[in-house]
């Protein structure tokens, strides 16, 4: 089930990347409307919520909110680096 929670958080964060007015600019070239926006953050949080959960039910609260929080550590260096 970890695996599973990983691979899910990457859809997660491109929905939440996608949701930001200045990403959206520079994939779209103009902004998305304020609706489609919102959509796309309650998409992200709520795979971000299921991934959570299918990494607590695998490895239990101890291991499995360590390793989303390691995830989303990892996640945000990888996005100041680039």
Do not use: D, N
């Amino acid at each position: 089930m970890p695996l599973f929670a990983l691979i899910l958080c990457v859809p997660a964060f491109a929905c939440l990347a996608t949701a930001m007015e200045r990403h959206q600019e520079t994939q779209f070239g103009a902004r998305l409307p304020a609706a489609l926006s919102r959509v796309l953050r309650c998409a992200g949080w709520c795979a971000l919520l299921v991934a959570l959960w299918l990494a607590v039910a695998g490895k239990g609260w101890a291991l499995g909110s360590s390793g989303m929080a390691v995830t989303r550590a990892w996640q945000r260096a990888s996005y100041m680096e680039s």
